[in-house]
Each structure stands twice: as structure tokens, then as C-alpha cells.
């Protein structure tokens, strides 16, 4: 029986090539190449050359490195976090490491049965029932039909899918499947359970169920996690340390408040202002972003601001819906991905009478008050659409953003009262009154 800080996972030197637009390499003389240098015991010529996998600007190469040279080891009962940005490299890293794909170079080193839920429904044939599927993925995971079935009952239960278990899974929701597929997974005890972001499709009373298990099958089982997903929220709760990706490689790794600082700090770079040339604009027929800005209370640009201070989102934009009206809509996220409110144009008592006319140049601007938000790092969705019918026309996720601190006011009485519990710091009215004793 191994010991608990016994190496149950290395991952040494490993790297991935893809070539862009094609399957393969595209060309028979790429194809004879590559099998010329694996005959003669060279070198893959093509894993010389390619880009680092930035997908936000235009390469030169035909080739990228969606990884490159990752090392990490993971300790038996360990719950690891991989987090970074849509196209640091989770996924595929994830699927090097269940063995769906295979590294362009270097190894991995197991010391234990795998299980991996990557997408919804993984490893489900539609035709079959709930039930016939429990019996398929365990059998896919090593273990015997006796096995899995003195497990049956506690894995159907935990689903909550009782009802539906004899039921094909094709007339299953995403939700249906990905609450079976956990429940697969985690139940059948593999000594590693590898989990991508799919928890997401799950509602919240699952979610908290399946981080409360993973919890469960480390700390008691001693069994090993490896965890993918943007909610910062629940790679804190739940990782002992956190690997962060970044263009493919490993960037930093460590505690999980450490390493989640460093990643908003590569996520929420100052942005203020952003604008686009006509013909550029992102945009359709119907509405078309002209530029966005975050202004201060005197109209000037800025990032950073005291939490007293009121900050001023405007959008400019085309409005050329003529049958439907369009709104400016606004999210603000905080730092652990949680999106803590969204507002719109509605909210605007004139809104009707700016978008009566047809071909109009919008001016919109949002206000978020001082003393809302706790000190920290933001950044805000900005979209333009509409609601009747559900319509968008532009979104751009990380549009803005911004940093709130409380350290430009703060005289000495308040200067322990930095960290605020909660998700707002609103300031809200007290009454004191005193009688002498």
C-alpha cells in the first residue's frame, strides 16, 4: 500500500504539437519526413519549429505548441487545481493525462487505475440505459460486474437520476448526464479521478455535492484529484496547491491563494479603454460597439480607485435595430469568475426615447456607486442586444477592467478593517446614540 506522500503522477518534459487548419500534417512529404526520422531514431524535424499557442495573435507558422516542456508531480491524496486562461492548455493537458491523446514529447508515469470525466456524458452510449451505462464505464475502468454492482445503489443515488435510470441516456439533459458520469467516476474509487470544467452544467446543489465528494475521496480514501475550472471560488475551497497555464506552459505553482493572485493578475491586465475603427467595429446588421470606456468622477481614465470612489462605464455604440429595441448590458466579475451583478439600459428612464429613431449613435453610461464593492481586481462584460426576442448582437467577456483598494483614504483607525468578509463593502446608514452609565 503506497504512503500518503508517496508520487502517484509525474508528468516530465511533456509537450504537444498541433498543426493549424489540417489533420495531420496536411502533406505526404510532411507524413514521409516524420516516419523517415522515427525509423532512423531522429528527431520529429517539425517539432523544431512552431509558436506558442497565443491564440490573440496572428502566427507566422503552420505549427503551435499547445504545450510545451510541462513538469509537475502529484502526491497520493493530493486534490490539485489546473487553472488558466480559454487556451492555456487545461484540456489538452487533461487529455494527454487520461490518455485520450498522446505528447508530441516527453512521459508520463502513473502509479494507479485512471478515471476521467471531460466532457458531459463521457464514455455514454445514447441507445443505452442510465443503468447499462454505470455497468459500461466501470467495465471501462478496470473493474469487475460484481464490483460495480455492490456500488449500483449509492451511485444512483447520488446522481439523483432514480427515476430515469432505465431510460436511454440520449433523453438525458447535459445536467442528467454529467450528474451520472460524476457519480460513475467518484463512486467506482479509481486512484486517480481527473475532472475538467464540466461540473458547470451541473445546478448548484450538485456542484456543492461533487466538490464535497472529491473532498470526501481524498481526505478518507486517500485517493488523488486533479481539478479543471475557472470558478476560482472552488479551486480555493477545494486544492491543496494550483498549477497555472499559460500559452502552454506551466507559469507558476503552488498555494491556491498565491497562485490564484498570479492568475488574476495575468487575467485582469489594465484595460480602460477600447475602441474601434469604422468597418472594424464588432458588431452585426444590427448594432455595431463603437468604443468603451472607464472614466473616473472628473471624466479621466483610470484603473485604480478608492473604494469610495464612483466609477463610470461608457458604452458608444450603433443602434440600427429598427423593429426591436437595443440595450446596453453591462456584468460585473470579480476576481473568482463570479459574475456579482449585471445592469442594463432599462434601468434608464429616457431609455425609450433614445431608441426611437432608427441609425442612432448611442451614448450610454453606467455608474457604479463608491462603498459597493470590496477591494480587489474586476472586470466587465459589455454586450449590446435585446430582450424581445433574446437577442445579442456583440459580447466582449473581458471588455474592462478595473482595481479597487482601500489604502488611498484609510487613516489609521480603519487600517485593520482591510479585509471585508462578504462579496460587497455597500455603506449603509448607522445610527449611534449613548447614555452615560
Known amino acids: 500500500m503506497m504512503k500518503q506522500q508517496d508520487v502517484i503522477l509525474k508528468v516530465e518534459n511533456v509537450s504537444k504539437q498541433y498543426r493549424l487548419g489540417v489533420v495531420g500534417t496536411g502533406t505526404i512529404s510532411h507524413d514521409l519526413n516524420r516516419f523517415l526520422a522515427k525509423v532512423t531514431g531522429k528527431e520529429d524535424p517539425y517539432l523544431k519549429i512552431g509558436e506558442s499557442n497565443d491564440r490573440s495573435t496572428k502566427g507566422t507558422s503552420e505549427y503551435v ?254 443602434d440600427f435595430n429598427s423593429q426591436y429595441k437595443n440595450t446596453a448590458i453591462i456584468h460585473v466579475i470579480d476576481q473568482y469568475d463570479r459574475t456579482l451583478f449585471a445592469s442594463n439600459e432599462f434601468d434608464c428612464i429616457d431609455w425609450l426615447t433614445f431608441h426611437s429613431k432608427t441609425d442612432s449613435l448611442i451614448k450610454a453610461k453606467c455608474v457604479i456607486p463608491g462603498n459597493l464593492l470590496l477591494p480587489g481586481k474586476y472586470k466587465v462584460l459589455i454586450a449590446i442586444g435585446n430582450y424581445n426576442p433574446n437577442m445579442i448582437h456583440v459580447r466582449i467577456d473581458n471588455a474592462l477592467t478595473f482595481n479597487l483598494t482601500n489604502d488611498i483614504n484609510l487613516n489609521k483607525e480603519k487600517a485593520s478593517l482591510k479585509k471585508w468578509p462578504g462579496l460587497f463593502k455597500p455603506s449603509l446608514k448607522w445610527e449611534i446614540t449613548s447614555n452615560e452609565i
Open 65 to 318: 505548441w499547445a504545450l510545451r516542456d510541462i513538469n509537475f508531480e502529484v502526491k497520493q491524496g493530493e486534490i490539485l487545481g489546473i487553472i488558466g486562461k480559454n487556451g492555456a492548455g487545461k484540456s489538452t493537458l487533461l487529455k494527454i493525462l487520461s490518455k485520450v491523446t498522446g505528447p508530441s514529447t516527453g512521459s508520463i508515469k502513473y502509479n494507479g487505475k485512471i478515471a476521467s470525466l471531460l466532457e458531459v456524458g463521457t464514455g455514454f452510449h445514447p441507445e443505452m440505459t442510465g443503468k447499462e451505462n454505470i455497468f459500461l464505464n466501470g467495465a471501462i475502468l478496470g473493474m469487475t460486474k460484481k464490483e460495480i454492482a455492490s456500488k449500483l445503489d449509492e451511485i444512483i443515488d447520488f446522481s439523483g437520476c432514480e427515476r430515469y435510470i432505465d431510460t436511454p441516456v440520449k433523453r438525458y439533459s447535459s445536467g442528467m448526464k454529467v450528474r451520472l458520469a460524476f457519480a460513475v467516476a467518484a463512486f467506482l474509487e479509481p486512484d486517480i479521478l481527473v475532472v475538467d470544467e464540466v461540473l458547470a452544467v451541473g445546478d448548484a446543489e450538485f456542484q456543492k455535492k461533487a466538490i464535497g465528494k472529491m473532498r470526501d475521496i481524498s481526505s478518507q480514501a486517500g485517493r488523488t484529484v486533479l481539478f479543471v475550472s475557472h470558478d476560482m471560488e472552488a479551486i480555493l475551497k477545494l486544492t491543496n496547491r494550483v498549477v497555472l497555464l499559460d500559452n502552454g506552459i506551466v507559469l507558476d505553482e503552488g498555494l491556491p491563494t498565491d497562485i490564484i493572485n498570479k492568475y488574476t493578475n495575468v487575467v485582469f491586465k489594465p484595460c480602460t479603454r477600447r475602441s474601434w475603427d469604422i468597418g472594424n467595429e464588432p458588431g452585426n446588421k444590427f448594432a455595431k460597439l463603437k468604443s468603451i470606456i472607464l472614466t473616473n468622477s472628473k471624466n479621466k481614465t483610470q484603473y485604480d480607485f478608492d473604494i469610495s470612489e464612483k466609477i463610470n462605464i461608457e458604452i458608444c455604440y450603433f
